[in-house]
């Protein structure tokens, strides 16, 4: 590598006739050497250009000697020709080195979130009332808002129905309501977002289920 003091001999000699070094290029004409080109190498003296491209999956500043100078880091990746490298989008993120392309950045952990760009792990977890499906770049996603009929805690990849005996009629909640006296709420099947009139022949205590389980006793 060459030093500031390195350099101010190679560019006085270079005033005096002598070859252009590597890590440089000199076009014809030149009247000192120009720095390799960002994404480019120069591995040798005497370049009047660049030689070719940085290999996909590294990366080479402006004075770079060969196509392999830098691994491409955690968090980004780096195609052919990459003179800085490119962050994970937000949403993405990679634990991993010498990432080639967009697609080696991973969607975010369901559960999760990846905050701005360049994550190398997810974040923090997504945030209760709400839920993250893999991808998601904030705690609290506007489009994925837990669903009526379900619960959503934090870290919930997807909405949770609520529980025999329980029911949830607003969206956005990390718990479940329990199903009032007089009525029942059956989430064998189904969500349940309002909770069902107790039928004739029986009768529903609080936090009914089915309320076939509890049929009304005939009189003798």
């Known amino acids: 590598m060459l030093t500031q003091g390195s350099l101010l001999i190679t560019f006085s000699n270079f005033l005096a006739g002598d070859i252009c070094p590597a890590g440089y290029y000199c076009p014809r004409g030149s009247s ?3 720095p390799c080109k960002l994404g480019q190498y120069c591995p040798h003296a005497a370049l009047a250009e660049p030689v070719g491209n940085c290999t996909a999956g590294y990366y ?3 004075s770079s000697t060969v196509p392999d100078q830098f691994d491409c880091p955690i968090g980004h990746y780096c195609p052919s020709g990459t003179g800085i490298p490119v962050p994970c989008p937000q949403g993405k993120f ?3 080195i010498k990432n080639t392309e967009l697609a080696d950045c991973r969607d975010c952990t369901a559960g999760s979130f990846c905050a701005g760009t360049g994550n190398f792990a997810p974040t923090k977890e997504c945030a209760a009332n709400y839920y993250c499906p893999g991808g998601q770049s904030t705690a609290t996603p506007g489009e994925y ?3 009526a009929g379900h619960f959503c805690k934090v870290g919930t990849p997807q909405p949770v129905r609520c529980e025999n005996g329980t029911f949830q009629n607003e ?3 990390s718990s479940c309501k329990t199903c009032p006296e007089g009525y029942y709420c059956d989430a064998t099947n189904a ?3 309002n909770a069902t009139l107790c039928p004739p022949g029986h009768y ?3 936090g009914t289920g089915d309320y076939r389980d509890f049929p009304c006793r005939e009189r003798k």
């Open 32 to 34: 000192h050497p120009l």
């Open 60 to 62: 080479c500043n402006d």
């Open 94 to 96: 990679s634990n991993t």
């Open 145 to 147: 808002l837990c669903t």
């Open 171 to 173: 969206p956005g909640k």
């Open 191 to 193: 969500a349940v977002v």
């Open 204 to 206: 529903c205590p609080s």
